[in-house]
């Protein structure tokens, strides 16, 4: 028996982090589970004790349809990092006894590379004090930078998106300029990783040529081999293109947008909060080549864009998710549902589990060999491992012409 | 007999601008034309001699399916004043001799305010020299601003864009924000009309609370009961969701983004730069209150997001194409397209033309009565007016999960 189970989400959203939760639920009740239980923003709200019984919000079979195709963490999420167990007991304290008053028997953890820190600190503590409740981690992130799994749940959505917005903007700018040259700069979210940046480049196909450059934070960006490739582009067309990560750095390891206007603060982990590459980007192309510029920031859209969601993406985060309940069900700990590619074309993926301690905190890059001597663009093979996880569309369900989500307990009070 | 018709595209682009040119092609192909010709870049290539003949690109009712959905001007725009016939007859002699030459008898121009000029001069000068070509307009502005017309083609799609968008970023918003307090602010296109700003609104709905505050330029922007809402506001909620336009203005007619010393910050090289509306009011909130700030801009995808299209609007503007093409079949020359709207629910609207002339460099705006008396949102009215407009989606054709366009002749020199 599963007896109860609890799931929260965490960190920055993704468009199939509440598939993830959808197939935790369908699972923990087909599974026998008694009780589900949602932790409302994460594991900072169950430190306050804020949790619903999640079988008062789904209620059904188009509830979890809904749910699945709802933006942003249904639950709610946190960027709240654990203390160490030795610094502050009284943290683990107080969520040990929340999951002894709620006969928590499986603890399963929606998030990135540092929600699977959380997982680690609570196994290694469950284990310490020798107490049953397993603790598992579904992986989710729009970055995709996760280790030891080939891809992460939301990164396909979020890749959907960025291909989508990317070829629109293309298009975009070359009815709208027709011969005096405009450069076009679109930066694209992925601090470390550049497996969004690098979804740019899947725009371009047999109907559009797509972006001129894409820059990942993989390799160092040069600003004069920049310039200078944009120079020699605008003198055989009307506009140039560029996708840029918002992490870009110089030779140094200085972030390109350092030397920008944007506003940037430190979160909880001491990331450095990134604005305004492109927008540094364009007035440098402006001021170095007197070239008009255009600056886009596909923004939060690129978490939060539902409405372009992966069906291969949704279906995985829903496949995690159950995932996670089986590893709890099978009582392994400190471990997060990985995927591991069986082969390319047909795509397939095989559902496994690895140590978290290997996984929190970690990033995974591009690898250099997939991109190109110029360091401004992506190889055939990003192409071969990117296309599976963006095909695929989700049906619609909308009202009034809009795309229907399944309301959420976070928004309800302020209704 | 119809004889032969040129179409072209000219002024920002919609997603649904080229399903008219879809509608002019089909309607004039079925009606018996010759040749339908496509201006490239609008006039302004034309009077350089560009155009093409249509039929060698739309081969099959496939064709025209993936027309209606490829975003931008799929001849390209541009934005190019006529000037007056006195002051240069030139370019009104190089126009009429290429009508010759390609024995044009209805010339379809499909545009906003500024492209209406085009077709008034147009006609105008071909009656004064007792030409037989007719000059009809086709409506296309995601602005929706044209008079004499209940809305515009190319405004509905923009408005499900939008009203998508705000509604999956104010859930992400309330997922991420726990406690602190945080502001979003959303910029809109529309310099002068609010018709694209108040479709914020229409996120509102049983399962999202939409923005707290929507901004439309018809209305003078106070500043400081701007900033007393969001005081109270946080004191009750821990994010505050704002839309406001790009055009919104002071009470004495200036630009909120240019009024105050704050709006303009200096670049790394030296050059004071104007800030967007939205990014001038997120760093008064953030220098005024303190608030955590965030500030987004839909950017082209507004009128790009062939992805989001409204099928009503792909519908309508398909049939204002070919309405254009009867227009000038009947030997009407200086009118445009429009649309009247018999009821609001059921929504029909009827097919008219009205005399360019009221039209050409005219904006309509959003009734004041309208909007809600503290002048930060839009009444039952507005939603009533706009939500037929956005009804619908549009089948998407993909190919390796992302939407397929037809390629443009404008982008294939460049593949």
């Known amino acids: 028996m599963i007896g109860n189970v609890i799931v929260g989400q965490s960190g920055g959203p993704t468009a199939a982090i509440n598939a993830s939760l959808a197939g935790v639920y369908h699972s923990a009740k087909e599974r026998g589970a008694g009780k589900v239980y949602g932790m409302i923003h994460g594991i900072q709200g169950l430190i306050e004790g804020k949790y619903v019984d999640l079988s008062k919000y789904i209620k059904d079979g188009l509830d979890e349809e809904l749910l699945k195709r709802t933006p942003a963490a249904y639950l709610g999420s946190c960027r709240y990092k654990m203390p160490d167990a030795e610094s502050n007991p009284q943290v683990y304290d107080t969520i040990f006894k ?29 284990a310490k004090i020798g107490h049953a409740c397993r603790f598992v981690g579904c992986p989710k ?26 070829k629109e903007i ?21 601090r470390d990783a550049g497996w969004l940046t690098g ?54 390891g200085e972030y390109i947008c350092n030397s920008g206007t944007g506003a940037q603060f430190t979160d909880a982990f001491g990331h450095k909060q990134l604005t305004g590459t492109a927008s540094y980007l364009s007035r440098l192309v402006s001021a170095e080549i007197g070239a008009k510029t255009r600056s886009v920031e596909l923004s939060s859209l690129q978490r939060a864009a539902s409405h372009c969601a992966s069906r291969m993406d949704l279906i995985e985060a829903f496949q995690a998710g159950g995932a996670a309940v089986i590893e709890g069900e099978k009582g392994n700990t400190g471990v997060m549902v990985t995927f591991e590619r069986v082969s390319d074309n047909p795509y397939n993926s095989r559902l496994a589990a690895k140590d978290v301690t290997q996984i929190a905190n970690g990033v995974r890059h591009v690898p250099v060999e997939w991109i190109n001597d110029a360091g401004d663009g992506v190889k055939e093979e990003f192409f071969t491992y990117a296309r599976p996880l963006i095909r695929g569309e989700v049906g619609q369900i909308t009202v009034d012409g809009i795309p229907r989500h399944l309301p959420s307990p976070v928004m309800k009070e302020y209704e």
């Not at 928590?104 to 503590?125: A, P, R």
């Not at 975009?172 to 450069?183: F, N």
């Not at 600003?223 to 944009?230: C, P």
């Open 170 to 190: 293309v298009k975009d700018t070359y009815c709208l300029e027709y011969s005096k040259g405009l450069v076009t700069i679109i930066e694209i979210m992925g």
């Open 199 to 252: 979804a740019a480049a899947l725009s371009k196909g047999e109907d559009c040529v797509g972006p001129d450059m894409i820059y990942l934070p993989e390799v160092p960006f040069s600003i004069s081999k920049f310039l200078n490739k944009i120079e020699k582009l605008l003198k055989k067309k009307p506009c140039v293109v560029i996708a840029v990560s918002e992490g870009v750095k110089n030779s140094n």
């Open 98 to 126: 929340l999951i002894d008053k709620l006969e928590i028997s499986v603890f399963i953890y929606i998030g990135g590379n540092d929600s699977m820190d959380t997982i680690q600190k609570l196994s290694e503590y469950g």
């Open 141 to 166: 992130t729009i970055d995709n930078d996760l280790p030891l799994t080939d891809h992460t749940p939301g990164y396909g959505s979020a890749a959907k998106f960025v291909a989508t917005a990317v």
